[in-house]
C-alpha cells in the first residue's frame, strides 16, 4: 500500500510500505478515509522528537472503514464507519478504567523508552515515535487498530467525513482542555493558539458557558476564525503586550483560566522568546516556552492553568509564578475515548461542527506538499486532510 513515510528531518514521501494485518485477535484493519496533519507531527518532521526510524508512517488523526476484523472483536464490523482517538487504550487497565486514556499501561510496548525520561510511560499512539508506542501512522491506505471495541467509534449517517475527522485528535484535545477549566457563568477563558487544538478549546470553552473567550495568535485569518467560530476576542500578540493586554480587558484581575494551545515550537516576541529560539536551534533544550509563561502571568489569581501543548523537557519553567499566584494546573495529552461519544453528538445536534478546521483537502500523493503548507503556514492552511 501506499503511505505518508517520515524519512529524515524535514524529509517526507509517498513511499510502498506492506499493507497492516490482524496481529491480535482483538485488532481491526481500517481503510482510512481521511486523515489529519497535526500540529504536534510538525515536531517530528523538524526533528525535536526522537527515536523516529527511517521509512515511519506518520500521522495519528483518522476515520475510515472497517476492512477486515479480528476473531475477538464483538462490536465492529467489515463495513462499518469509525473514529479513532490518537492514542491507543486498551480498556481494561485502572487508568482507562478511570478515563484516563493516554495514560494506559499495556499498550506502549516500548515504554523503557520513556520511563527514564518521563518517569511512567504513557500510552501508544498511532505514528508518533518509537518511545511512543512504535504504531504505524494514518497517512496511508491501512491502518492497525488494536482493541478495536475499545478503541473505534461508529460515526453517525449524518455526519459526514470531515465532521468527523477531528473527532480523533483535535477536538478531544481542545475540548479536554476547556473541561479542565470547570467553567462557571461570567468565566473569562483566553486561549493561546489558533491552530485546530486552539480553535476547538476556545469553541470548546463557549459551548460550556464562558462569558467571554479571548484568542491570541498572530496570522489574521486565524484570528478570523476565531471571531467568526468561536465568538471570541482577539489578541495579536505582535503588536501588544500579551500580559499587560488581558490585564487591561479584565479589568487588571486577569483571566479565570489560560489555555496553553501551543507547545514548544511557540512563536513570539521579545529576548526570552529570542533565547529560548537559540538554546532550541542548538538542542540545548526542546521547548520555546513563552505562550506558557504569558499564560501563568496573565492568568489571575486564584485561577486555573490548562496546558494542551506538547511539550519535552523545558528549562525555564516559572514554577514560583504558579506557587505564589495559587494556579490550578491541569494538563494531560488527551483522553479521546472519554469525549468521542458526545462530541459526535455535538456535530449530530448542530452545537458545533469542526469540519471548517480542514482548509485543505489533498490526494495521499500530494501529502508532502500539504505538510509544507501547514509547516510554513501559508494559503491560509489550518489543517491539511488527505484522502488516500
Known amino acids: 500500500m501506499r503511505a505518508l513515510c517520515w524519512e529524515g528531518v524535514d524529509d517526507l514521501r509517498v513511499t510502498e510500505v506492506p499493507d497492516p494485518e490482524v496481529v491480535n485477535p482483538r485488532d481491526v484493519v481500517l481503510r482510512v478515509s481521511l486523515s489529519s496533519a497535526c500540529g504536534s507531527d510538525l515536531h517530528i518532521l523538524n526533528g525535536y522528537l526522537p527515536t523516529m526510524r527511517e521509512g515511519d508512517v506518520i500521522g495519528h488523526e483518522f476515520m475510515g472503514e472497517v476492512a477486515e476484523v479480528g476473531r475477538k472483536v464483538e462490536d465492529v464490523s467489515v463495513g462499518d464507519r469509525v473514529v479513532v482517538p490518537s492514542f491507543v487504550g486498551c480498556g481494561n487497565c485502572a487508568y482507562c478504567a478511570d478515563d484516563l486514556w493516554s495514560l494506559c499501561d499495556n499498550t506502549n510496548p516500548n515504554a523503557s523508552l520513556q520511563e527514564p ?6 500510552a501508544g499512539i498511532y505514528g508518533y515515535t518509537h518511545a511512543f508506542g512504535g504504531y504505524a501512522g494514518s497517512h496511508a491506505e491501512y491502518v492497525r487498530v488494536p482493541h478495536a471495541d475499545t478503541n473505534c467509534f461508529h460515526v453517525p449517517d449524518e455526519l459526514d467525513d470531515q465532521q468527523a475527522l477531528f473527532a480523533s485528535d483535535a477536538w478531544p484535545t481542545g475540548y479536554m482542555g476547556a473541561d479542565f477549566c470547570d467553567i ?17 478549546a476556545q469553541e470548546s470553552a463557549a459551548l460550556m458557558g464562558a462569558e467571554r473567550v479571548i484568542a491570541i495568535d498572530r496570522l489574521p485569518e486565524r484570528l478570523a476564525m476565531a471571531e467568526e467560530h468561536a ?22 484581575r486577569g483571566p479565570d483560566a489560560c489555555i496553553d494551545a501551543v507547545g514548544m515550537e511557540a512563536h ?21 516556552g513563552e505562550a506558557l509563561r504569558q499564560a501563568m502571568r496573565a492568568c489571575r489569581k486564584g485561577g486555573t492553568l490548562s496546558v494542551l501543548g506538547v511539550y519535552g523537557v523545558m528549562d525555564k519553567f516559572p514554577l514560583g509564578v504558579a506557587v505564589n499566584k495559587g494556579l490550578t494546573v491541569r494538563t494531560a495529552q488527551q483522553h479521546g475515548q472519554r469525549y468521542v461519544p458526545q462530541l459526535l453528538d455535538h456535530v449530530a445536534e448542530g452545537e458545533m461542527d469542526p469540519s471548517y478546521l480542514a482548509t485543505h483537502e489533498l490526494p495521499l500523493a500530494e501529502s508532502p506538499e500539504g505538510y509544507d503548507l501547514f509547516k510554513h503556514k501559508e494559503d491560509g492552511c489550518v489543517r491539511p486532510v488527505f484522502r488516500p
Do not use: P
Open 117 to 122: 525520561v518521563l518517569g511512567d510511560a504513557t
Open 184 to 200: 462557571e457563568d461570567g468565566d473569562v477563558v483566553a486561549v493561546w493558539g489558533c491552530g485546530g487544538v486552539g480553535l476547538m
Open 231 to 252: 465568538g471570541a476576542e482577539t489578541i495579536d500578540y505582535t503588536e501588544v503586550d500579551v500580559v499587560d493586554e488581558l490585564k487591561r480587558r479584565t479589568g487588571g
Open 268 to 288: 513570539g516576541t521579545g529576548v526570552a522568546h529570542a533565547y529560548d529560539r537559540a538554546k532550541q536551534r542548538l538542542r540545548l533544550h526542546t521547548d520555546r
